[in-house]
């Protein structure tokens, strides 16, 4: 529903009882004089009070007994948060106290803020566009140095930016488009076909590429997934439990014990893992184990990491043969492949005649002697998961490969579904502009207003993202989603 900006609201922007103080957040045109009524400070009230002070003062209850010793801090509009007077008071962090206050502060006037008002009103104001407002839930929600980067990114505005660039060129030249319609009879030429395909070409590419960063922004903002895959008794299990420390599979000689997948995140180098056993790849009749492998073969697909167990133990020919179905099966232009050499326990000692074991297997540091496509570089750690022999390096070079996936600070990352779906729907109007120009032999051209249409069609799609195109029900199902007091 729309915002009433003549209301004053108020809100924890903290969660009771977690620290030693709460902050409880005040906006509107009567924040202060409503702040002046709950707070008593010495001499100068805090309706007279410049901004960007801090004030000390005492809360008293209707019965005049004392309720907390308070910190107001003041903001003047248009300098805050929310481009309103605000203020914002902190207390001890008791449950009791912080809802003493509330009740105090509506009772002089003003209303328990919504999910997300705070944050409307910043954006109603002018403080922020539509994609950093949604930033800043992903920033409060960022439980790692990836994905607290990337929304940052988004909160101070390079995202928009860039889309701000894209939706002026378009713009113009949908003006000038608009422009040769009032001279129509004159058969006047105001954009230069050539220069509209050009400029189109450009902003389609960047269209694609920011939705094409959408499944690697996603899993950067809940994870990447890391998907363990091999044969069956590889040792899947044994390392998801050597790496986050604790039995959290069930480990068995007996083949096929995993049935299911087990997810569990690791923060590794700033970047969050969603580590993801599965059940081993092989041959089976059994239902219920069938079902498993299938959704370890799913779980490879979706995987921005795969760690590809070989498995010492099934010799020269079984190794050859899984390296071979980790080639093709793991799309490496869009996955990282890490081979995994486990068990070099049981090479002490053994027989290679007896074993089946390959030197090249045991002691080389390359795969490229299992490859017949010598040309792929990717790595081959060896590993005991029992012993924890290699973990180290193996950690390395999975932190290496999550910071590819994540990319430079600078890299815009789109992570929001709603504007994943936004710049794909401003592609098929973008395309339908490319032919309308006639940009191929096989392409018709077309009047300038059906052209002019499709440009603005495109626009409405990339407007909306950063909320130069909105209504109160995209509003609300956005900010419907925040948490109160922000």
Do not use: W
């Not at 003003?110 to 999910?115: E, T």
């Not at 044969?231 to 039995?247: F, M």
């Not at 390959?358 to 490859?371: D, E």
């Amino acid at each position: 529903m729309p915002i009433n900006k003549q209301d004053t609201i108020c809100a924890p922007a903290t969660v009771p009882g977690t620290g030693a103080i709460s902050v409880i957040r005040l906006s509107g045109p009567e924040a202060l004089s409503i702040a002046d009524k709950v707070v008593t400070c010495n001499r100068t009230p805090l309706s007279s009070t410049e901004g960007y002070r801090i004030r000390y003062g005492t809360v008293f209850d209707n019965d005049g007994e004392i309720v907390d010793n308070v910190l107001v801090s003041v903001f003047r509009a248009p300098h805050s948060y929310t481009g309103e007077d605000s203020a914002e008071i902190s207390c001890h962090a008791s449950g009791y106290i912080v809802q003493t206050i509330i009740g105090l502060l509506l009772d002089a006037g003003a209303r328990s803020a919504g999910p997300g008002e705070f944050t409307r009103r910043a954006f109603v104001n002018g403080k922020m566009d539509l994609a950093q407002a949604e930033a800043v839930a992903d920033v409060i929600a960022a439980q790692d140095k990836a994905a607290h980067r990337v929304a940052m990114n988004q909160l101070k505005g390079g995202y928009s930016k860039e889309l701000g660039r894209l939706r002026a060129k378009l713009l113009k030249m949908t003006s000038l488009l608009e422009l040769e319609l009032d001279f129509s009879e004159e058969d006047v030429e105001f954009a230069s076909r050539g220069e509209l395909s050009l400029l189109v070409n450009d902003v389609l590419h960047h269209v694609s590429t920011l939705a094409s960063s959408f499944k690697r922004g996603n899993a950067v903002k809940n994870g990447l997934p890391v998907a363990i895959i091999g044969p069956a008794n590889s040792g899947k299990s044994t390392l998801l439990n050597a790496i986050i420390g604790e039995d959290r599979a069930i480990v068995s000689d007996i083949a096929g014990t995993t049935r299911d997948t087990i997810e569990e995140v690791l923060n590794v180098g700033g970047v969050s893992l969603r580590f993801i056993d599965t059940a081993g790849i092989r041959d089976t009749e059994e239902t219920v184990e069938k079902i498993g492998i299938g959704r370890s073969l799913k779980k490879m697909q979706e995987a921005s990491i795969i760690l590809g167990i070989l498995d010492l133990a099934r010799g020269t020919s079984g190794i050859k043969d899984d390296v071979q179905f980790f080639l093709s099966n793991v799309d490496l232009s869009e996955q990282k492949l890490i081979l995994v050499l486990n068990k070099i326990d049981l090479t002490e000692g053994c027989n290679e005649a007896d074993s089946g074991v390959n030197k090249n297997v045991i002691r080389g540091n390359k795969i490229v002697s299992l490859i017949e496509n010598k040309s792929i570089d990717i790595p081959l750690v060896k590993i005991s998961a029992k012993t924890g022999e290699g973990l180290v390096d193996l950690m390395s070079t999975l932190s290496n490969k999550a910071s590819d996936l994540v990319g430079t600070s600078d890299s815009t990352l789109v992570t929001n579904l709603r504007h994943y779906e936004a710049l794909r729907k401003s592609e098929a109007p973008l395309r339908r502009v490319l032919s309308g120009l006639g940009a191929t032999d096989h392409d018709s051209p077309l009047p300038p207003d059906l052209i002019a249409q499709d440009l603005r069609e495109a626009l409405h799609y990339i407007g909306s993202i950063v909320g130069e195109i909105s209504t109160d029900e995209v509003l609300g199902n956005i900010f419907r989603e925040f948490c109160i007091g922000k």
